[in-house]
């Protein structure tokens, strides 16, 4: 690939449907910007599999969105950030396309962190992989080393949402038990970050069984915040999206499946095509 830094929209990668959460809010704040969206359905969930396969997953993902002449790529995953992008920002980046850049959303949801919390006790819900890989653990230590963090995986979460079971009483009693797993693990606990794209699909039931007092954060605006400031400090890369306001849809799994549960999202109608990664 040559060292060129293309024109062309901004790559959303997420491992299904989850990272709509963090595109909607992207299309908000850069309402001209050109996105094109991939989730990996036919392979979702990620937050169960090793960290080989979610690398060499997101790598395939990554290469096929700059070949679609992608100059930046939002890994709007936390799994894939959690386990992938800093190998990718580190060893693959320099070699496959050193102009482009990979971002993740880990570092801006922990950077935000000191807006919501009073207490310093942050809950974290994530995937079992985002969990295990410690990165918000290494990112607070980094950022906020006065925090405490109490994780929890839910391993149902991600599934619920893929299958199209968020409404659902199945839904509700996989989030009340881990919401009361989290918050019994300190009673100082104030904030907790929805650590997973998926997750937000879920907010009527977190809402509804989170106790009082405690916020949630989702990452959506905060993505968005921070993609903006740093397209304002990246004037070559800000220069390279081009503008004309569309966004296009691609999965690895059934076209119309997806579109149906995007349209709903997105809020408007939404067309996809599959496509398949190598
Ligand atoms: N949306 C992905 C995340 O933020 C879901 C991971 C999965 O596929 O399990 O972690």
């Given at each position: 690939m040559p060292d060129e830094l293309p024109h062309g929209p901004i790559g959303v990668f997420d491992s299904?449907?989850?990272g709509l959460t963090v595109l909607r809010d992207l299309r908000r704040a850069l309402p001209d910007a050109d996105f094109l969206y991939l989730g990996d359905n036919a392979r979702?969930?990620?937050?169960?599999?090793s960290f080989e396969l979610v690398y060499e997953f997101t790598l395939q993902a990554v290469r096929y969105l700059f070949s679609r002449g992608c100059p930046l790529v939002i890994l709007a995953c936390n799994t894939a950030s959690a386990k992938a992008l800093r190998s990718i920002q580190q060893n693959d980046l320099p070699l496959l396309a050193p102009s482009r850049r990979v971002l993740g959303v880990i570092r801006p949801t922990v950077e935000a962190l000191s807006d919501y919390t009073?207490?310093?006790a942050v809950g974290l819900f994530g995937t079992p992989g985002t969990v295990a890989s410690g990165s918000y653990d290494m990112e607070i230590a980094k950022l906020h080393p006065d925090m405490r963090l109490y994780a929890h995986a839910c391993p149902m979460w991600v599934p619920l949402v893929e299958y199209r079971?968020?409404?659902?009483d199945g839904a509700d009693y996989f989030v009340r038990r881990d919401i009361e797993a989290l918050t019994a693990m300190?009673?100082?606990?104030?904030t907790v970050i929805?650590?997973?794209?998926?997750?937000p699909l879920l907010i009527d039931k977190i809402r509804k069984y989170m106790p009082e007092g405690i916020s949630v954060v989702t990452q959506g605006e905060i993505v968005a915040h921070s993609l903006t400031d740093y397209l304002r400090r990246h004037t070559d890369i800000e220069a390279a999206i081009t503008r004309h306001g569309t966004t296009e849809y691609l999965t690895t799994e059934n076209a119309a499946k997806f579109a149906d549960m995007a349209c709903v999202f997105m809020g408007a109608p939404v067309s996809a095509k599959r496509i398949e990664l190598v």
């Open positions: 299904g449907y989850g979702a969930p990620y937050g169960t599999r009073r207490t310093g079971e968020s409404d659902g300190s009673p100082d606990i104030d929805l650590g997973c794209t998926h997750y």
